[in-house]
């Protein structure tokens, strides 16, 4: 996964070695977020992918809206890193990351063999757009989790993939391993996040999801006060997407890895949910060019967003919203379990779609545009 910093920041090349999404070790971001508090004005919100300050007036409100007298205590991680002793982890923490452990109210299948839970993280991002594009023109909607700074600094994106009835959640404000944080953070960066999305589209998401997985008993219980549902995604599911800008995947692995995920799921007793990213364009070509098209052409699967395989018409605090439950449509044509894998590259196609060069070239950096125009240069730190 990916994370890009403010506009002053600078991220350092990781090129530490995946053990797993969430079991890897993440790159401490290098310096950009003051460390000195400063009042947030009204109308405004904290600095672009930093911890919010719990100082604040706004969140000393929230803060009251969660009962930490009930909250499980455990130490706040290293940066969502596990021990080297894994045993010295309390069982009952029930830590995604470092236990694969899943709560009872944790959300990582869909009920029904078959149904793929469409899920995008990290945006919206310039690149979205195309991915909506395709979306729309296969009538297919999927759950979004969006980041809180990337939200107010594309907003006419969001407001677009709401209007288009796409599921819209929360992922938090900049993007940190929730584990690591206070009881106090972890509260600030679901509530900035859910009020700027609700500030922008006008709905309040009750879905979210953490970053990286990280999740333990601790982060759960305050989610669950605030309201939320925590979605993570189906253990072995990670399209691994998010190491193509950093160059230590490539758009043809990550094909090859969702083309074997179609050798099994039709056996599995439940469907599933992938983890996939829309921030940088690399990953939405892979999506657009070389997952989505084997996926149109599977015959019996069904994508949906993750409320709609759960049957959940009612998304959202104020209740639907642009969100219509409705039946996704299962594909009828195609070959069963795909064997058309695209060859995705500089000069590949997939299902007769050019492919963008972008999809193999490994990067060392990205600019993102944000709303105000400014031009966000940062080394990519794969995450």
Same mark, same amino acid.
């Given at each position: 996964m990916v994370k890009i910093l403010s506009v002053f920041a600078v991220l350092s090349l990781s090129a530490s070695v995946s053990l797993g999404h969430g079991l890897h070790k993440p790159e401490k971001r290098a310096v950009a977020c003051s460390t000195a508090y400063k009042p947030i004005a009204a109308g405004s919100y904290p600095a672009l992918d930093c911890v919010?300050?719990?100082?604040?007036?706004?969140?000393?409100?929230?803060?009251?809206?969660?009962?930490?007298?009930?909250?499980?205590?455990?130490?706040?991680?290293?940066n969502g890193e596990c021990p080297t002793d894994l045993t010295t982890i309390p069982k009952d923490q029930c830590w995604w990351t470092c236990q694969k452990c899943e709560a009872p109210g944790d959300i990582?299948?869909?009920?029904?063999?078959? =149904?793929? $839970?469409?899920?995008? &993280? /990290?945006?919206?991002? !310039?690149?979205s757009p195309r991915l909506y594009d395709n979306l729309l023109a296969h009538n297919q909607k999927a759950t979004l989790f969006v980041v809180g700074s990337r939200a107010i600094s594309n907003t006419a994106t969001l407001k677009r993939a709401y209007a288009e009835g796409h599921h819209i959640a929360i992922h938090t404000w900049s993007h940190p391993s929730m584990t690591s944080l206070s009881n106090e953070q972890i509260v600030a960066e679901l509530k900035w996040t859910e009020k700027a999305i609700k500030d922008i589209i006008g709905v309040t998401p009750i879905?979210?999801?953490?970053?990286?997985?990280?999740?333990?008993?601790?982060?759960?219980?305050i989610a669950t006060q605030l309201g939320y549902k925590t979605s993570?995604? =189906?253990? $072995?599911?990670?399209? &691994? /997407?998010?190491?193509? !800008?950093?160059?230590?995947?490539t758009a043809q692995t990550v094909v090859n890895t969702f083309n074997s995920w179609l050798a099994k799921i039709f056996t599995m007793n439940?469907?599933?949910i992938v983890l996939e990213h829309d921030l940088f364009p690399q990953e939405v070509d892979v999506s657009i060019?070389?997952?989505?098209?084997?996926?149109?052409a599977t015959k019996g699967l069904t994508m949906q967003?993750?409320?709609?395989?759960?049957?959940?018409?009612?998304?959202?605090?104020?209740?639907?919203?642009?969100?219509?439950?409705?039946?996704?449509p299962t594909n009828s044509t195609g070959s069963g379990n795909s064997t058309n894998t695209p060859t995705v590259g500089s000069s590949g196609s997939s299902s007769g779609s050019?492919?963008?060069?972008?999809?193999?070239?490994?990067?060392s950096a990205s600019t993102i545009m944000t709303g105000a125009g400014l031009a966000i240069s940062a080394v990519v730190a794969v995450l």
């Open positions: 919010p300050f719990i100082q604040d007036p706004q969140v000393q409100e929230w803060l009251k809206l969660v009962d930490f007298t009930k909250t499980p205590v455990y130490p706040p991680s290293k990582t299948s869909c009920p029904k063999t078959g =149904t793929w $839970g469409l899920t995008y &993280d /990290d945006g919206p991002s !310039p690149d879905y979210w999801r953490p970053p990286f997985g990280d999740v333990d008993n601790r982060v759960r219980d993570i995604w =189906t253990q $072995g599911f990670d399209t &691994d /997407d998010w190491n193509i !800008p950093g160059g230590t995947a439940t469907g599933f060019n070389g997952i989505l098209p084997v996926a149109y967003p993750i409320a709609q395989c759960l049957g959940d018409g009612k998304p959202y605090k104020e209740g639907a919203g642009t969100f219509q439950l409705g039946s996704a050019k492919t963008s060069n972008s999809a193999s070239v490994i990067v």
